[in-house]
């Protein structure tokens, strides 16, 4: 039976390569060369900055409203809302540390706060996904009906382009 979620599983199911491009970039720190590397942080960013925020805008826009309805508790996504907030300030970290990305080499000071990024970025967007379909997305199918799921995804839709239009 199909769920009423499955656009959104979907989502989750394209941007994850680009999750675990993440955790890809940052095992080569120190192993490939800077060129290559430089690309990887530069796709990772526009990736982060132009996809992924604009999604977690449309998420606090349209999902999570409706979650906490469903749950009668305004304050059950709050907890996904802080999780937004650091990895926006991450992607900021990595705007700045790509910035740096400029030289023949890398500085162990460099490497070591890049990989950190890197990694803690993987780490906190594949367990927000986790949550979200574990937690939030079975609820929805239990309790959404057709018409409230292609409404709460046409908000979510509106939200992202919005954010993207913001971000340029």
């Known amino acids: 039976m199909p769920r009423i979620t499955q656009p959104l599983r979907d989502e989750h199911k394209d ?3 680009h999750i675990e491009a993440l955790r890809t970039a940052a095992d080569s720190i120190g192993m490939a060369p800077i060129a290559a590397l430089r690309n990887e942080v530069e ?14 805008k449309a998420e606090e826009a349209a999902l999570y ?23 926006g ?10 910035g740096r990305l400029g030289g023949e080499t ?6 070591s706060y890049l990989r950190h990024v890197l990694y803690g970025l993987h780490a906190l967007v594949k367990m927000h996904f986790l949550n979200e379909e574990e937690v939030f997305l079975p609820l929805l199918d239990a309790h959404l009906s057709e018409g409230e799921a292609r409404e709460m995804f046409a908000r ?13």
Not at 43 to 56: D, E, N, R
Not at 89 to 98: A, H, I, Q
Not at 106 to 111: I, K, M, Q, R, S
């Open 106 to 111: 890398l500085t162990p000071v460099t490497a």
């Open 65 to 87: 409203p409706t979650v906490a309805r469903l749950m009668g508790a305004p304050e059950a996504t709050a907890t996904m809302i802080r999780e937004h907030v650091e990895i």
């Open 43 to 56: 796709a990772a960013y526009t990736f982060l900055s132009g996809h992924l925020i604009p999604h977690a």
């Open 15 to 17: 941007l994850l390569p």
């Open 89 to 98: 300030s991450m992607v900021g970290e990595l705007g700045v540390l790509r």
């Open 156 to 168: 979510m839709e509106r939200a992202a382009h919005d954010a993207m239009a913001g971000a340029r």
